[in-house]
Each structure stands twice: as structure tokens, then as C-alpha cells.
């Protein structure tokens, strides 16, 4: 055939769309199982993290082992029999067998619905509690924000708070992963006397003589929005539609 040909000419191009497509095709199925691989160690390490175990000297699977992971009904607060490790709770909150919608006054998360049972993940030295780390998500100013909180067995005083996943604006909203302001949740309390998730993030700074100073948390300049949105997914994710039930059950019960 002449290169001119109008044949050759779609015979080379359908011939190199056909090698191509069967390259990536094949590079998508061969590398899959790697890929789920990596978003499970990834969450693994996100967990460790948040639970204040992480070290990238050691095998984040030898790590987890110190990890127990459990499957909560989040109306009752009572553990379900659910493989912990198969559970996704993302997942979960798309399906309508397995969500429930929230009613526009209770989502200060802004996220309409979510899965009926949630992930939580216990801490513990023998047999004593030592942080126990729940997932919490909610609408910033652009994106939904996906993260972990981390409290102490008196199930109110934060330990770790941070985002694994968001689209927030780099330098404005994105500060939410900066490690000066995620400092700044450690030893917060998150509960007023009354039981109610009061934690506030304030604008500006919080004063040291407000006596009220242990449930506030400094603003982030310039990036308001996504400050209020991080607040309210808090208060959500700890309040009686979220973990509220589970957390005061684990309290009557001595954090088991
Ligand atoms: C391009 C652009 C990106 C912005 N990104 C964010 C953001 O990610 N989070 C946020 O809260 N505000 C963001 N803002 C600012 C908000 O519109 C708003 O002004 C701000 O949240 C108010 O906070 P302030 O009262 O602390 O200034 C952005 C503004 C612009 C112009």
C-alpha cells in the first residue's frame, strides 16, 4: 500500500489505537490489586496516625496490630458483627439499604446522609483503653473533608485531630492540615458539662484567661468558611446522631 493511501493511513492509526488501548488496559487490570493495596495501607497508616503510633521506621502493618478495629451501629452505640477490616463505611453511606438521610436541621455536616454503621478504632495497652479513633466528614467550603479524630478514654479530651482528604484552597482552607493548627486541638475538650458538643472554632485567637479556653480552638486567617465547616462536621460526628450514643456507652461501660 502507497503511504498515501487513504487505507494505510487509517489501518496505522486504528492498528496503534488498538496496541495503545491494550497497553493501559492491561498496566489498569495487572496493576489493581497493588493500587487497592497501597488505599489500604494508606488508611492503615492514616489510623496510626491519628492514634499517635505512627513511625516510618516500622512496618505499618506491625504497627496495626495494635490496632483493634470494631463496627458500631451508630443509633444503638452498640459494636455490630461486622468484618471490621472489610467494612467501608464510604461506601456504606451511598448504598440506601445501608445509610440513612439526615434531616436538614441535624446535618451541620452538610453531607445529607450517611451509613447507618461506622468505623471505630480502639487503642489499647492490655486491656485499658488508651485512644480510641473515630472517622468523621463533612463539608468544608469547596470539598467534603474526610478525617480522624482521636480521643482519650475520658471520651472528650482530643488527642489527634487532622484530615486525610479534602480540596480545600492551598494556604487558606488547606491550613486545616497544617501541623501548627492541628496542634492546637490537643487537649480540647469537646463536651460541656451537659453532655452537648460545644467545641468552637473561633475567629481570631482564643484568649488563655477565657474561661471557657478548653473548648475553643483558634481560627484560621482568611479561610473562615472552611474553619465553621470543620467545627460543625465536629459537633456532628460527636453529637447524638453520630458517635454521641457509642462514646457515652463506652463511658458507662469503662471504655470496652
Ligand atoms: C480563590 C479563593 C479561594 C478561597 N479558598 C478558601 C478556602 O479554601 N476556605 C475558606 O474558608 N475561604 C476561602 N476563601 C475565602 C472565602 O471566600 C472567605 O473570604 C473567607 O473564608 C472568610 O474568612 P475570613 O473572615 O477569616 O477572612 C477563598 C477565597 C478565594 C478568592
Redesign the pocket.
Same mark, same amino acid.
Given at each position: 500500500m502507497s503511504n498515501d493511501s487513504t487505507m494505510k493511513i487509517f489501518t496505522v492509526a486504528f492498528s496503534l489505537c488498538l496496541i495503545c488501548s491494550l497497553l493501559v488496559s492491561t498496566a489498569a487490570v495487572g496493576l489493581k490489586s497493588i493500587q487497592e493495596d497501597n488505599k489500604v495501607k494508606e488508611r492503615k497508616e492514616n489510623i496510626l496516625k491519628a492514634a499517635g503510633i505512627y513511625n516510618e521506621d516500622k512496618s505499618v502493618d506491625e504497627l496495626y496490630k495494635q490496632i483493634e478495629p470494631k463496627v458500631v451501629d451508630l443509633g444503638s452505640g452498640e459494636y455490630v458483627d461486622v468484618d471490621a477490616a472489610a467494612y467501608d463505611q464510604r461506601k456504606a453511606a451511598k448504598d440506601p439499604a445501608s445509610n440513612i438521610a439526615i434531616t436538614s436541621e441535624d446535618d451541620l455536616a452538610g453531607i445529607g446522609q450517611r451509613a447507618k454503621y461506622a468505623s471505630v478504632y480502639l487503642l489499647k495497652d492490655g486491656d485499658k483503653l488508651k485512644r480510641v479513633v473515630l472517622p468523621l466528614h463533612g463539608k468544608?467550603?469547596?470539598s467534603t473533608m474526610y478525617g480522624f479524630i482521636a480521643l482519650a478514654p475520658d471520651f472528650n479530651t482530643v488527642k489527634n485531630f487532622g484530615f486525610y482528604e479534602h480540596a480545600? #484552597?492551598p494556604g487558606?482552607?488547606?491550613e486545616v492540615d497544617n501541623p501548627n493548627w492541628k496542634i492546637l486541638w490537643v487537649d480540647k475538650k469537646v463536651y460541656n458539662e451537659q453532655g452537648d458538643p460545644v467545641i468552637d472554632v473561633i475567629?481570631g485567637n482564643v484568649s488563655p484567661t477565657d474561661p471557657a479556653a478548653q473548648y475553643k480552638v483558634d481560627?484560621?486567617?482568611?479561610? #473562615?468558611?472552611?474553619?465553621?465547616?470543620v467545627e460543625n462536621l465536629v459537633r456532628y460526628w460527636l453529637g447524638k446522631s453520630g458517635f454521641g450514643p457509642y462514646l457515652k456507652r463506652l463511658a458507662a461501660e469503662g471504655g470496652v
Amino acid at each position: 500500500m502507497s503511504n498515501d493511501s487513504t487505507m494505510k493511513i487509517f489501518t496505522v492509526a486504528f492498528s496503534l489505537c488498538l496496541i495503545c488501548s491494550l497497553l493501559v488496559s492491561t498496566a489498569a487490570v495487572g496493576l489493581k490489586s497493588i493500587q487497592e493495596d497501597n488505599k489500604v495501607k494508606e488508611r492503615k497508616e492514616n489510623i496510626l496516625k491519628a492514634a499517635g503510633i505512627y513511625n516510618e521506621d516500622k512496618s505499618v502493618d506491625e504497627l496495626y496490630k495494635q490496632i483493634e478495629p470494631k463496627v458500631v451501629d451508630l443509633g444503638s452505640g452498640e459494636y455490630v458483627d461486622v468484618d471490621a477490616a472489610a467494612y467501608d463505611q464510604r461506601k456504606a453511606a451511598k448504598d440506601p439499604a445501608s445509610n440513612i438521610a439526615i434531616t436538614s436541621e441535624d446535618d451541620l455536616a452538610g453531607i445529607g446522609q450517611r451509613a447507618k454503621y461506622a468505623s471505630v478504632y480502639l487503642l489499647k495497652d492490655g486491656d485499658k483503653l488508651k485512644r480510641v479513633v473515630l472517622p468523621l466528614h463533612g463539608k468544608g467550603l469547596w470539598s467534603t473533608m474526610y478525617g480522624f479524630i482521636a480521643l482519650a478514654p475520658d471520651f472528650n479530651t482530643v488527642k489527634n485531630f487532622g484530615f486525610y482528604e479534602h480540596a480545600e #484552597t492551598p494556604g487558606l482552607g488547606g491550613e486545616v492540615d497544617n501541623p501548627n493548627w492541628k496542634i492546637l486541638w490537643v487537649d480540647k475538650k469537646v463536651y460541656n458539662e451537659q453532655g452537648d458538643p460545644v467545641i468552637d472554632v473561633i475567629k481570631g485567637n482564643v484568649s488563655p484567661t477565657d474561661p471557657a479556653a478548653q473548648y475553643k480552638v483558634d481560627g484560621i486567617a482568611g479561610a #473562615t468558611l472552611t474553619a465553621n465547616g470543620v467545627e460543625n462536621l465536629v459537633r456532628y460526628w460527636l453529637g447524638k446522631s453520630g458517635f454521641g450514643p457509642y462514646l457515652k456507652r463506652l463511658a458507662a461501660e469503662g471504655g470496652v
